[in-house]
């Protein structure tokens, strides 16, 4: 294959270099299209066939339903590893040592107080506030307790600051959702796991014990690793593009937690429940909502099937759903909306609509099922979904800043009105 495409415009032609990736995958360079051409530039709304920059973390082929952290499938890393040791894959490279592994896990644990001030903050949002937002804000707000500016060509200054972040986001997910709930602020428990002590901070109800229940902590430790990253999404940009500003690592997650809150992104997983509750409320008739998806005068779409980039199936989705079984039988939950959800999931595989346009369960399926079935509230599944993406978000600032990524400013396709002479008040 030529290293080289060639671009014509007005009869003049234009070289651009070719860059290979590390599984072949071909991009046009055009850094240098602009000034050769005098101001031509490209235009993808979407960034549909764009690549923003090259990253060393995550490979995925939609078409294959291939989805690797730093060369490791996640099949693999959801049967063998967990959390902690792929949240230091991510943002590290490499699968820890079990010393590296105790030391990051204790330099966490190390972290995980916060100021008691936030308590106040906390305080001050109404118990309608929607968790996410309550996240984002909390998120930002940890920049006025701890230095908000790191030193990125200091090691050990990165190093503060991701275990500082590992160890008080679980804190703020936990008191998000207690401060709904009028439950007690209360921390963890430093002898517990990660994934452990995020459930009992969540759910410990102040006049007794938590009791730890094992399937809850495996479902969990494999949704988080599920959702740990997923390379250039809507979130993980946002938190590439606001720190290319050098903006600060807190301040950056918290735009990105923003950007997650959307149902087309990670919000999907609160509007499949929503669907199904919506479903069960209007009788629990599958069939008619099967056909509803499939008329095309009505806007109505199956929530939770169908995705941009997988289109064979999604690698996710698959490890969820022999996790929702389990769950499911070994809790023995009985619930009318799970029950909707395994009618609907069954009509759409075997539905020629969905087969022909290839339209599978995807991830927010089944996860909003899981967490549903563990008792954790359905507002709160997108900053189940955060907590998850945390160590992808982390790695992916971490990659852009040390690569000296330049500031992320993209231009446009101007379509207003041209000149025109302002008109005073009475000529208007
Ligand atoms: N229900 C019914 N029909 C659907 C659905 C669906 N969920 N998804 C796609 N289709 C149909 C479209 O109407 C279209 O039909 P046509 O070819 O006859 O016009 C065809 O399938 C292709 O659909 P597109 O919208 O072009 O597919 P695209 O790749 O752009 O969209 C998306 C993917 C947005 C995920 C879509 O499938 C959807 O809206 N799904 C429901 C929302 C959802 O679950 N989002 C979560 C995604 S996972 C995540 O973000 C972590």
């Known amino acids: 294959m030529s290293d080289k495409a060639t671009l014509e415009i007005n009869g003049t032609s234009y070289e651009l270099p070719l860059v290979v990736g590390s599984e072949n995958e071909v991009a046009i360079d055009i850094k240098t299209l602009r000034g050769a051409t005098g101001g031509v530039i490209t235009i993808d709304p979407g960034y549909k066939n764009t690549g923003s920059c090259e990253s060393a973390i995550t490979f995925l082929d939609g078409e294959k339903g291939i989805l690797r952290y730093r060369g490791y499938s996640i099949e693999e890393l959801a049967e063998k590893a967990d959390f902690l040791e792929v949240a230091y894959l991510l943002i590290f490279g490499e699968l820890p040592t079990q010393e590296q592994l105790d030391k990051f896990h204790s330099d966490i644990k190390h972290h995980s107080v916060v100021d008691d001030d936030v308590k106040k903050i906390i305080e001050a949002f109404p118990k309608s506030a929607h968790p996410m937002g309550v996240l984002s804000s909390l998120t930002s707000a940890l920049t006025a307790f701890n230095p908000s500016s790191v030193d990125v060509d200091s090691e050990e200054e990165m190093y503060n600051a991701i275990v500082r972040i590992l160890g008080k986001f679980p ?9 709904k709930h009028g439950l007690p602020l209360e921390y963890g428990d430093d002898s517990l796991g990660y994934v452990e002590n995020v459930l009992k901070m969540m759910f410990k109800s102040p006049n007794k014990e938590y009791e730890q229940n094992e399937i809850l902590v495996n479902a969990l430790d494999k949704l988080l690793i599920l959702h740990a990253d997923h390379e250039q999404n809507c979130s993980t940009s946002t938190v590439r593009i606001t720190g290319s500003s050098h903006a600060g690592l807190f301040v950056s997650l918290a735009a990105g937690i923003s950007a997650l809150w959307g149902p087309l992104h990670g919000g999907a997983n609160q509007a499949v429940l929503e669907m199904l509750e919506a479903i069960k409320e209007d009788g629990g008739d599958t069939k008619k909502y099967m056909a509803k998806a499939k008329d ?26 022999v996790a929702a079984d389990e769950v499911l039988g070994d809790l023995g939950v009985e619930d009318p909306i799970l029950d909707i959800a395994k009618g609907l999931e069954k009509e759409a595989l075997e539905d020629q609509y969905f087969v022909d346009r290839k339209l599978y369960p995807n991830v927010d399926f089944y996860s909003g099922i899981i967490y549903r079935a563990m008792g954790i509230p359905v507002e709160m599944f997108t900053v189940m979904f955060a907590l998850g993406r945390l160590p992808g978000w982390i790695a992916q600032w971490r990659e852009m800043r040390l690569r000296k990524e330049p500031i992320g400013r993209p231009r446009q396709l101007y379509t207003g009105e041209t000149y025109r002479p302002f008109k005073t008040i009475n000529e208007r």
């Open 171 to 179: 804190v703020l997910v936990a008191w998000t959702m207690r401060k």
């Open 296 to 321: 095309k005068s009505d806007p109505f779409r199956l929530m939770g099937f169908g995705h941009r980039v997988y289109k064979n199936f999604d690698p996710r989705a698959k490890i969820i759903k």
